[in-house]
């Protein structure tokens, strides 16, 4: 490993600030869950965030919200709605499941309710036909644990809050609404919509568009409730059907009840009439839509309310039941469960980084941003613990949505492993867990199906970089296990499940193009996206090479650590871009395109092409790609020329108007490289790989943080992905940036004079909440025009390295900077690691 010898320091070990302790604030006030919904086209979620502004709690199994209309075309093309809501979009429902951040076509936004007022033939609705009665909204609200909109067509207003496993609607029918309701005097019903088949559209149609598949209704025959099953296929990861369970009850029991059911064929619109009959207990086979209506008869002048108490199970509908009496129980009011919510989120998650008073005046912008990003953190993946999959019998703890590893290795999962502990032990057991019972760990899990893997095999990064920092000696994770795990992902070709977009196909799990990287230490163009692939496959060698050193097996650290430097096998000396003088020049030396017989092909390092399945690059220019190898960033300054060639190459990077981009769902701003997307988040730390350098990195670092990150609905540069924007923004509000496998983290500049952050490292056994272990950082004489490093002290030592060690604030801390107007060359000592600095060994 690392050439650090164990740094057991004195645990510095802080104590939680006094207001944080004793009389806790409220935090959920400063998160603002609508943040990062809305993209660069005013109106619409392309190129958003795709954050999920509904109800849930932390790593909650529901996250209840409205689901949009991918109808659209005003805001400039079809949009999808991952995580359900776009800005415009016209509501079709409320439903239970949801992701939050993804990009891509959606999952999930399936068991729903609809309200709708009065006489359905006199509107013109059919039951089947969502067209007929999806409506725009007004006057909504989000905060943590509560959603509020109103129906504009009807005027019914809609609340929602959620538990682990369920949630509560409460509806306010109005008591004139806006539409022709009478079909008899002034007696007028309000209903309620249970509509098996919804699940969120897609604009991309054939195999990433969800298909409901069958499904079973049970209606109370007192009208209180209702309950059932539905099975759902394919979405973004093209997975297998699945079924989910539900439970339902209303405060009032409906007056009268009626199901339907008709042939249902996918993507068609479903236009006959439909016949509500009044059966209450109905089980359809394959491709027979169901669904129930629920209707309660009202006096207009008066409003009514119903509040409908909802719960999911991947078990049974007894437990999904079970979950609403226990998680949302009457006796607990609506509000009671907002505020248990609110409860939750303070405790596990926004108390985990609090700023001090020393911190001076606060300025609630900052606050804002700080806490909806921490928010962010913690909306995927979805615990399901004690909901495996039916036959998957188990105790280690149960994580679905991790959508994508791909997206969360380089900045979230180390984010959790500092902030949420004893959480990340649990979640990195049920990736185990999940290789033990699938045969491979997941990377794009959701709805219990382990692909899609856009590049390599990440779950590898992510317990390479948990063992490194210590949780190699936490005996609740079976590391043997683990690495047998990581040694699968290397060594066995997956099964080639076909794939819609990648021509190549094996997309489900592991890392397809194994028979290549095995034979010639690169990959072909008999595999699609073989440059990214290549590129990862070193990154996920790497990491079988660390976990291999640490548990001492030689032989295999050996040949690993020799695949990790694959990376050098098709990088093209030759490659070569003119930028011109805007552009800096002349750049050469980026990875290339090999052929199995040595030769390079011509590849354009500025434009891939758009960059999805089938091309060279996943979702990134070679020229972004070029800079990823954090195992050996000195190796790559070497093969780009030196030190002066690659400062050169990083500060060109910053320039607009130079990148073809990465498709509009995928790209911010123009250079080349792309504040939106994955590929590109290290890049601008790799200034501290050159001494005297750190000061661009913080330059660049907090340009990208004032140019990109806001608090409008479009603040967010990208879809947001299971909390790596978020993860990103807040390791530079802590000035600092995780390197994958490694235990250290690149030091930048803080955007606080003092800010806290509670740690579990200490004791990953007793859970983090109740840590009073703290890594403090200090940023004196900090101000908008201080903030560059003068130096940095690490527990009272002064150090003069861009990084830190894991170590030395694994047990609690204190990183004090000191902060200057103008750049100061205060790093001079050693460089971060790196396999051609010899950092490493086999
Ligand atoms: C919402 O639906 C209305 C009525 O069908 C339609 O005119 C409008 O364009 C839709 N709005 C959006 C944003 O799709
Ligand atoms: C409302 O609907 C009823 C029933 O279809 C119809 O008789 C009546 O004319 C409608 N009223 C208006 C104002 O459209
Ligand atoms: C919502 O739709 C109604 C009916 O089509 C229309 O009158 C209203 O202007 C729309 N509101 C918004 C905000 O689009
Ligand atoms: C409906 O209620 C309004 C207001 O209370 C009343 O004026 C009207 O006569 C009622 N219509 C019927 C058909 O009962
Ligand atoms: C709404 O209906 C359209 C057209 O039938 C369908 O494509 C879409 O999936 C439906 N939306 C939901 C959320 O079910
Ligand atoms: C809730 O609904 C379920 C499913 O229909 C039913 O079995 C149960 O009796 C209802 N509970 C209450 C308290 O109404
Ligand atoms: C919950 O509390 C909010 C804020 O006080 C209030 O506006 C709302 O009406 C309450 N909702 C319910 C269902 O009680
Ligand atoms: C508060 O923080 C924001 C975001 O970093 C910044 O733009 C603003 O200038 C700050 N305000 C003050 C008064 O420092
Ligand atoms: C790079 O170009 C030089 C000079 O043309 C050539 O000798 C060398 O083989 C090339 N290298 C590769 C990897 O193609
Ligand atoms: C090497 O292989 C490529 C791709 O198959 C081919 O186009 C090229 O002509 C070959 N070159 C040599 C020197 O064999
Ligand atoms: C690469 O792509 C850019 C942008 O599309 C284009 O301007 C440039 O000419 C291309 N370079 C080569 C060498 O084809
Ligand atoms: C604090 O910043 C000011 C410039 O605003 C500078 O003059 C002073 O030297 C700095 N103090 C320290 C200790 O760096």
Redo the contacts with the bound molecule.
């Keep these: 490993m690392a050439r650090c010898t164990m740094r057991l320091l004195a645990a510095l070990a802080a104590v939680a600030p006094a207001f944080a302790a004793n009389n806790r604030e409220d935090l959920t006030k400063y998160v603002l869950p609508k943040v990062g919904t809305e993209g660069a086209i005013p109106g619409s979620s392309l190129g958003g965030g795709n954050m999920f502004p509904g109800a849930a709690v932390p790593f909650g199994t529901v996250k209840l919200g409205i689901d949009t209309s991918v109808l659209n075309l005003d805001q400039g093309g079809i949009s999808s709605a991952n995580s359900g809501y776009t800005p415009r979009g016209n509501l079709t429902g409320f439903s239970m499941m949801h992701t939050s951040g993804t990009g891509g076509q959606p999952k999930y936004g399936i068991v729903s309710q609809m309200p709708l007022i009065g006489s359905l033939d006199a509107q013109g609705i059919s039951v089947a036909d969502n067209r007929t009665y999806l409506t725009n909204r007004t006057d909504e609200s989000a905060s943590v644990g509560y959603f509020r909109t109103t129906l504009e067509t009807t005027g019914i207003q809609a609340e929602l809050t959620a538990a682990q496993h369920s949630g509560s609607l409460y509806y306010t029918f109005p008591s004139s609404p806006a539409v022709n309701t009478s079909s008899s005097g002034n007696s007028s019903q309000a209903h309620v919509l249970v509509d098996l088949v919804h699940a969120l559209p897609s604009g991309g149609g054939g195999y990433i568009a969800q298909r409901y598949v069958k499904g079973s209704l049970v209606l109370a025959e007192d009208g209180s409730g209702y309950s059932g099953s539905a099975w759902y296929n394919l979405g973004w990861n093209q997975g297998e059907q699945w079924p989910i369970y539900f439970c339902a009850n209303f405060s009032k029991p409906a007056t009268t009840m009626n199901t339907w059911f008709y042939p249902y064929i996918q993507l068609i619109p479903h236009e006959d009439p439909v016949v509500l009959r009044p059966y209450y207990d109905i089980v359809a086979g394959d491709n027979l839509a169901i669904g129930a209506l629920f209707s309660w008869d009202y006096e207009e002048g008066e409003e009514l309310e119903v509040e409908s108490r909802v719960g999911v199970s991947f078990l049974s509908a007894e437990k999904a039941c079970a979950h609403v009496r226990k998680e949302v129980p009457w006796k607990q009011s609506f509000n009671e469960t907002v505020q248990a919510a609110r409860n939750a989120w303070n405790d596990e998650i926004l108390s985990a980084i609090i700023i001090p008073e020393e911190n001076g005046?606060k300025?609630?912008?900052?606050l804002s941003?700080l806490y909806t990003h921490l928010y962010g953190t913690a909306l995927m993946p979805s615990d399901r613990t004690g909901e495996n999959p039916l036959g998957w019998k188990s105790k280690e703890p149960y994580y679905d949505d991790w959508y994508t590893m791909w997206d969360i290795f380089r900045s979230t999962t180390p984010f959790f492993h500092l902030a949420y502990t004893s959480r990340f032990t649990g979640m990195l057991r049920s990736v185990i867990d999940t290789w033990r019972f699938d045969g491979f760990m997941p990377d794009g899990r959701s709805g219990n199906y382990n692909g899609r893997t856009q590049g390599g095999s990440n779950a590898d990064n992510v317990l390479a970089d948990a063992f490194v920092k210590g949780l190699d000696r936490f005996k609740g994770i079976n590391w043997k296990d683990a690495y047998e795990a990581i040694v699968t992902d290397a060594e066995k070709v997956p099964v080639r499940n076909m794939d819609f977009n990648a021509w190549d196909g094996g997309t489900k799990e592991g890392r397809n193009a194994l028979p290549d990287w095995h034979k010639y230490g690169y990959i072909t163009l008999d595999y699609s996206r073989s440059i990214s692939k290549g590129i990862e496959y070193a990154q996920n060698d790497f990491a079988a090479y660390v976990v291999a050193k640490g548990l001492g097996k030689k032989k295999d650290a050996k040949k690993y650590f020799g695949r990790a430097q694959n990376w050098n096998n098709f990088w093209n000396p030759n490659a070569t871009v003119d930028l011109g003088e805007r552009g800096l020049g002349v750049h050469t030396g980026f990875f290339g395109s090999r052929n199995p017989n040595g030769t390079f092909n011509e590849v354009n390092v500025t434009d891939c092409g758009g960059c999805t399945w089938g091309d060279l690059t996943y979702e990134g220019l070679v020229w972004e790609y070029s800079f990823n190898v954090p195992h050996d960033t000195v190796g790559v300054i070497q093969a780009m020329g030196g030190e002066e060639a690659f400062e050169k190459r990083l500060d060109a990077s910053w320039i607009q108007g130079f990148s073809a981009g990465a498709g509009a769902a995928n790209t911010a701003g123009t250079a080349l490289f792309n504040p939106g997307n994955e590929p590109s988040f290290q890049t601008p730390f790799l200034y501290n790989y050159m001494n005297g350098k750190q000061y661009k990195t913080v330059e660049t670092t907090r340009n990208l943080?004032?140019t990109y990150y806001?608090l409008k609905p479009s603040g967010i540069p990208g879809n947001q992905d299971a909390g790596a924007m978020a993860t990103w923004f807040l390791w530079n509000m802590m000035g600092l940036y995780p390197v994958s496998g490694q235990p250290i983290y690149l030091i930048a500049a803080p955007?606080f004079k003092a800010l806290d952050l509670r740690i579990g490292t200490a004791n990953p056994y007793q859970d983090t909440t109740k840590s009073k272990t703290y890594v403090k950082i200090r940023a004196k004489n900090l101000s908008?025009e201080n903030f560059y490093v003068q130096g940095v002290r690490v527990n009272g030592k002064k150090i003069n390295r861009s990084f830190i060690w894991h170590d030395e604030i694994r047990w609690g801390g204190k990183i004090e900077f000191e902060m200057g107007a103008q750049p100061k060359k205060w790093d001079t000592g050693e460089l971060p690691p790196s396999i051609a600095m010899g950092s490493f060994s086999a």
Aim: hydrophobic share 35%.
């Design positions: 005046p300025n609630e912008t900052l941003l943080i004032n806001n955007f908008q």
